[in-house]
């Protein structure tokens, strides 16, 4: 079995600290392998996001291990897990909306050189020509499907090992979403690690090698991604299906 | 924004704080002029406090430049009993209604702010206060201020006499933060701090509750300000419209805890007793003092003593939280 | 000729005025602070100026980079070590935080220089040119210069370098910063050490041509407010233009009205801004929007 790429070991998560915490994830236990395409499905409240916020390092674990190629990533800052290999996409795309598609895609670069950057932008760009037509425009006037491409493509900038996607559909029509999950394929097949999260199982899954189903801050369900898909329970609880 | 929920009656129950009460109002009896003026103060900067509690605490706006309203009850008193001769009592209710009025015509283009916006907009509506009261001289004497006619008996039965006035005006402060953490009104004004607008898709009207709650701290800020004049018989812009006085009133209510019912008092009277010990006597460095001391509460007691207590005893804290 | 005396005058004081604004805008657009120790960290570079002239002899304008940098270390110190525990909490913990901070800073400056007021006179004081009937001080028309330098400088470097790009991207969405790999503690540090570096040049500038004591801090920091939120936080063209407008508003409320007024004035127009609309003159969408 090859090494785990990245991951969970009983890992507590949620906001805030001390008396104003509030833990809305327990005890997840996740594995994900070099060039896999892992699906986590939940409803709203099921606590992903917090879970995704927990590997980027934007919360601290309540408990539990976050591990990135067998390192623990405790003592690792948000900043600096990129420049691991592990980026990430978080809910609402978060683009730097003031600044141009052009200046987004560079800062993802931020730590590379020029000439690297160029050349990952021209790659970015060749995935997604959208955001080669709209380089000079301004991020916070993209429509929703143009931001997730650009906050995707923002993140692809660092060739990330692994690529965390959080909500990779919310607000988005279908159409949209059919091309970002082509735009997935392709990023997997270039040899990044995909996890992707989404409410929806079925878009959540699609391309999906394995799969994890998370309810009320637990994982309920795991397993290959055609079997879970199949499941009965899942079947019952989710709505896209 | 500061989170914690009111506890009204949870920290300090009733029965030792009347006693409490009952004892301060024996002391103004026994103790001499200093202590007296050093009580007063303190009951002066906890009203200031309460007052920041219920539009700060209780409705989520940071005022600022709450001070403004003190510097109004201030000249009013200043005008109506120097100018026009008109009893204290009368000249008390012109304060009142002039920071109420104040508080209404500011409120709803103020209330469109808010944050940060709404705290320097009402610090820059305390400084043009203040600049127009330096300026319109025909009014306020401009700079050179308004002195009050000089009460007639002892130093020590003025002293006495401000005393109560302040204590009776602290607890009716105090009483009145008691009801709103009781009462609808203080519900819809924790309902905005904590979501304007869901609050407002419930069903509550924001802008009138904002405007109400800052109208009756207003009243209280004013009257504070209407007594200190009669008190020090003299205002000037600087004086009453500083913004120390806020920042001293935030401070305490900082450490009282936000939203805490007895909170501001006894933390009016810790500070004040702590600063005459400590530093009456450090003319020069006032100033500095009093920067250092809020840094510092800034930096450890954010929560202020309630939050200290918290961390001191967990199981109060889980109890309470 | 008195209005257009009063009209260069005001428009040589406001690029003096768009200095001091900037660093404050900076720190504000960034990091989400409104630094009420401003003024006390401009004037903490007028009075090193004046200690500079005084003992060494040294021209303001070539105290400027000294006073600068010494004032870019103290920021960068005080954001490290203090302001860092400080900027998540609450609106008004800020606030009363830099509050305090500015009491103690101008209770030290009142310490060390008294309540007296202060100035330079540089040798060249008296050099004036006359143009089409208008006296144009030289010393002020070389404040405006180089203040509108400043200005321009940190227009060029927040819009072109590397840096500058990160500062930027952290004031729009910090947790993407963090996800591209920008150390935002760093940013922090660095961006308030620029805007007190800043603040210390404009203290420099200020030294160079009027008269300034520690009680004047306050002032300092309202004109910077109003000066950021007539022109619209996060932009620099906005704070000149501003700051011209300020400049020659008080001046023409000075010479019209009454001296008396001149601060009145900045509070007038910023209260009128605040209600009328947030962003300013030149506010532009998704900057100003996002800081409330």
């Known amino acids: 079995m090859t090494a785990l790429l990245l991951s969970l070991e009983r890992l507590g998560a949620g906001y805030g600290a001390g008396h104003k915490a509030l833990q809305v994830v327990w005890d997840v236990d996740l594995g994900l392998h070099a060039g896999e395409w892992v699906a986590l499905v939940g409803a709203s409240g099921a606590g992903k996001s917090a879970l995704v916020r927990t590997i980027a390092g934007l919360n601290r674990p309540f408990s539990g291990a976050v591990r ?16 691991l290999g592990l980026a990430a996409v978080l809910e609402g795309r ?79 029509a279908p159409a949209v979403v059919d091309k970002l999950l082509d735009a997935l394929i392709a990023i997997r097949e270039a040899g990044t690690a995909l996890l992707v999260i989404d409410q929806d199982a079925g878009i959540a899954l699609s391309g999906a090698d394995r799969a994890y189903v998370m309810r009320t801050g637990r994982v309920v369900l795991d397993g290959i991604a055609d079997d879970v898909l199949g499941d009965p329970h899942l079947q019952r609880e989710y709505i896209g299906l | 924004m500061p989170n914690s929920n009111p506890e009204p009656g949870r920290l300090f129950p009733a029965v030792p704080l009347a006693a409490a009460a009952a004892a301060l109002a024996a002391a103004g009896l026994i103790l001499d002029v200093y202590w007296l003026r050093i009580l007063t103060g303190a009951f002066l900067f906890a009203t200031v406090a309460q007052s920041i509690n219920i539009i700060v605490g209780f409705t989520g706006y940071p005022a600022f430049g709450q001070v403004v309203f ?118 819809a004004c924790r309902a905005i701090r904590a979501d304007e607008d869901g609050a407002e898709a419930s069903g509550i009207n924001p802008l009138f509750y904002k405007t109400a709650a800052w109208t009756l701290s207003a009243v209280f800020a004013a009257l504070a300000g209407g007594f200190y004049a009669a008190w020090q018989n003299y205002v000037d812009p600087s004086t009453v419209f500083d913004m120390d006085i806020a920042v001293k009133g935030f401070v305490i209510f900082l450490l009282g805890g936000p939203g805490t019912v007895f909170g501001p008092v006894i933390a009016a009277l810790a500070l004040e007793l702590v600063s005459t010990a400590v530093w009456g006597n450090l003319l020069t460095f006032h100033l500095g003092a009093m920067g250092l001391l809020i840094m510092l509460t800034v930096l450890y007691l954010p929560q202020g003593f309630p939050g200290l207590a918290r961390r001191v005893r967990p199981a109060l804290s889980r109890a309470g939280a | ?150 200005t321009a400088g940190l227009a060029l470097f927040v819009n072109r ?117 947030r962003r300013g003159f030149y506010g532009k969408r998704f900057y100003a929007e996002l800081k409330s």
């Open chain 1, 68 to 83: 990135f190629s067998g390192r623990d990533l405790a003592s690792v800052p948000a900043h600096a897990r990129v420049r």
């Open chain 2, 70 to 187: 003190f510097g109004l009850g201030a000249y009013a008193v200043a005008i109506a009993t120097a100018d026009l001769s008109t009893p204290l009592i009368a000249a008390a209710v012109l304060a009142v209604a002039v920071g109420a009025l104040f508080a209404l015509v500011c409120g709803p283009p103020l209330f469109r702010l808010r944050g940060h916006y709404f705290a320097i907009g009402t610090l820059g509506l305390n400084e043009a206060t203040k600049a127009i009261a330096a300026n319109w001289t025909r009014l306020t004497g401009g700079g050179a201020g308004i002195s009050l006619p000089l009460p007639t008996g002892s130093v020590a039965a003025n002293g006495r006499v401000f005393f109560y006035a302040f204590l009776v005006l602290m607890l009716a402060a105090t009483a009145a933060v008691w009801r709103l953490g009781r009462n609808r009104f203080g519900y």
């Open chain 3, 161 to 277: 370098s590397r840096l500058g790009a990160a500062i930027k991207a952290t004031s729009f969405d910090v947790d993407a910063a963090r996800l591209v790999g920008i150390d935002v503690d760093r940013i922090y540090a660095i961006t308030f050490a620029i805007g007190a570096g800043l603040a210390g040049a404009a203290g420099a500038l200020i030294a160079a041509v009027l008269a300034f004591s520690p009680v004047l801090g306050d002032a300092y920091t309202l004109k910077a407010f109003v000066v950021v939120v007539l022109g619209g936080l996060g932009s620099i063209p906005g704070a000149l233009a501003a700051g011209l407008v300020l400049g020659v508003a008080e001046n023409f409320a000075s010479v019209l009205i009454d001296p008396g007024y001149r601060d009145a004035v900045g509070f007038a127009l910023l209260l009128i801004v605040l209600v009328v609309s």
């Open chain 3, 1 to 150: 000729m008195l209005i257009v005396q009063a009209l260069i005058n005001g428009l040589l004081l406001g690029g003096l005025y768009a200095c001091v604004a900037i660093g404050f805008s900076l720190i504000w657009g960034v990091m989400n602070l409104i630094n009420l120790a401003h003024g006390s960290f401009v004037l903490l570079g007028a009075y090193v100026t004046v200690t500079l002239n005084e003992r060494f002899g040294i021209d303001p304008f070539l105290a400027l980079p000294v006073v600068a940098g010494t004032l870019f270390l103290i920021g960068l110190l005080l954001q490290r070590y203090l302001l860092n525990r400080v900027i998540g909490g609450s609106v008004f913990s800020s606030l009363i935080f830099t509050f305090g901070l500015n009491m103690l800073v101008i209770n030290l400056l009142l310490l060390a220089f008294t309540a007296d007021v202060r100035g330079i006179t540089v040798p060249y004081a008296r050099v004036s040119w006359h143009i089409a009937g208008v006296f144009v001080p030289m010393t002020r028309a070389a404040v405006f210069a180089v203040a509108v330098a400043l």
């Open chain 1, 94 to 172: 978060r683009l730097f909306t003031g600044m141009s598609v052009r200046e987004n895609l560079l800062l993802g670069a931020y730590g590379a050189t020029s000439p690297e950057a160029a050349e990952r932008l021209a790659q970015v760009e060749t995935l997604f020509p959208l955001l080669a037509a709209r380089r000079d425009q301004i991020a916070g006037t993209l429509s929703g499907g143009e931001q997730q491409m650009c906050a995707i493509g923002r993140a692809l900038m660092a060739e990330p090992r692994l690529l965390v996607i959080d909500e990779l559909s919310l607000g988005l």
